[in-house]
């Protein structure tokens, strides 16, 4: 019992401390792109990395186990160095969706290894998997746009269990532009009430 609350309250903390970072990072980068908009320097720099700047940050942002910050979060930035807005969303887009392939291909490559185990987690998921098929890309769909928990959480299981990747990805490719088009464009709207 004292454990379960040991870890309910460690959960919390972490929610919390990454609400506060999530935030911080959001106001340190209006500010970044106030500087950015008056220092010629910063702009030609972001120039230079430009779009293959903001696929990598996309990339490294959708891999949310490893980095958990969103990356539209940096749309205020690209904005203040001059790119679109439909560029910037397609970028990052492009770069999440990239992190989420890869995280297939992860679970596709240990399938093997875990069907090996033949474990009670796998059977149940199995199970699930089964009675659910006609409404996982609906699912898969709304999970991506509207979820605040990585995209691997569903996109690894899927993979362990066979899903096809020519089912996954039109849902998974189109709730991440609608996801990343929604992030971008609320960042883009608190930017111009500051």
Do not use: C
């Not at 929610?15 to 106001?27: D, E, K, N, Q, S």
């Not at 958990?68 to 999440?96: C, D, K, N």
């Not at 989420?100 to 199970?127: C, P, V």
């Amino acid at each position: 019992m004292r454990r379960a609350k040991i870890r309910a309250m460690r959960n919390i903390a972490n929610t919390i401390g990454g609400l506060i970072a999530i935030i911080f990072l959001f106001i340190a980068s209006v500010y970044a792109a106030e500087y950015i908009t008056q220092n010629e320097f910063a702009k030609m720099l972001i120039d230079q990395f430009g779009y293959i700047g903001m696929l990598v940050i996309g990339y490294v942002s959708g891999l949310n186990f490893v980095v958990p910050i969103p990356g539209p979060t940096f749309t205020p930035i690209f904005l203040a160095a001059g790119f679109p807005l439909a560029g910037i969303v397609a970028a990052l887009s492009v770069g999440s969706l990239l992190a989420d392939l890869t995280a297939y291909f992860l679970g596709y490559f240990g399938r093997t290894y875990t069907e090996q185990i033949g474990s009670a987690w796998y059977r149940r998921i199995q199970k699930l998997y089964d009675r659910n098929t006609l409404i996982l890309p609906l699912f898969i769909f709304l999970y991506v746009i509207f979820a605040p928990l990585p995209n691997e959480i569903i996109v690894i299981p899927l993979s362990l269990l066979g899903y096809q990747l020519q089912k996954l990805i039109l849902p998974l490719a189109l709730g991440t532009v609608l996801h990343v088009a929604l992030l971008s464009y609320g960042a883009t709207q608190l930017l111009e009430a500051t």
